[in-house]
């Protein structure tokens, strides 16, 4: 482990891996946020329920995990480089102040391409039959109205071929479904797209409510839910 990620597991060529890019809130000492405490534990700095939802998968179900180990405040990994929210200086409302002239630049290089590099490499020697993309999303935006009831989403781009296969089979497990909701793969899909659809790599974007993903009994259920999915959509996909 270091400052930007951490990896659990021994991948194996045709197997499943797992990566988490918003699984940490960690926020290294010599950077101030200027931010109240208590948002460090809220959606804007961390997809709750999900570090422990990986290391359930890694450590029960034989699926390996690469996981975020800094905040999305500090830099957000599943953005593109020049994308404005890499560096966010806002929230869902709320002022990121210590974001305000930050070294982007410095950031990039100390966590964003160390993480991606990593990340590229890991998935170079795994050969790995399916990607599962974890995060979380929040019931309700302070920022904004609209209800927001699904209690999984399925987020993809341009290859669909995992979502297609994962949705009628979560729909079956009871679940209302979002098809790319709460918001698009098409929109905010920067790892996925790097690692995945560019590389041919079959991959399936998860989003889960973050009321759901709240105690100890909600993140070992959901890993045996998202083990048993995946390992259908990989055997489907061949």
């Not at 994308?83 to 964003?112: C, Q, W, Y």
């Not at 790995?128 to 993309?133: K, M, N, V, Y």
Request: glycine share 8%; net charge negative; charged share 20%.
């Amino acid at each position: 482990m270091n400052e930007v990620f951490r990896q659990i597991g021994a991948p194996a060529p045709g197997g499943i891996v797992l990566v988490a890019d918003h699984a940490s809130n960690a926020v290294p000492a010599d950077i101030t946020l200027g931010i109240p405490e208590h948002l460090l534990h809220e959606h804007i700095a961390i997809d709750i329920g999900t570090a422990a939802i990986a290391e359930r998968l890694a450590q029960d179900h034989a699926i390996p995990a690469h996981i975020a180990a800094v905040s999305r405040l500090v830099c957000d990994l599943n953005r593109e480089e020049t994308a404005p929210g890499l560096v966010p200086e806002t929230s869902d409302g709320h002022p990121i102040p210590g974001n305000v002239g930050a070294d982007r630049e410095g950031r990039l290089g100390r966590f964003h391409r160390p993480y991606h590099t990593a990340l590229e490499q890991w998935l170079e020697a795994a050969e790995p039959a399916l990607i599962l993309s974890l995060h979380s999303f929040t019931p309700r935006l302070a920022s904004r109205d609209e209800p927001r009831p699904w209690q999984v989403g399925v987020l993809y781009n341009q290859d669909d071929r995992a979502a297609r296969i994962a949705i009628p089979l979560l729909v079956a497990e009871g679940l209302h479904v979002g098809d790319n909701l709460p918001y698009s793969g098409r929109d905010l899909n920067y790892t996925m797209n790097r690692h995945a659809e560019a590389a041919g790599r079959p991959y399936l974007g998860v989003e889960l409510r973050q009321d759901l993903t709240q105690t100890a009994e909600d993140h070992t259920r959901w890993a045996a839910l998202l083990a048993k999915i995946a390992q259908r959509v990989a055997s489907a996909l061949g």
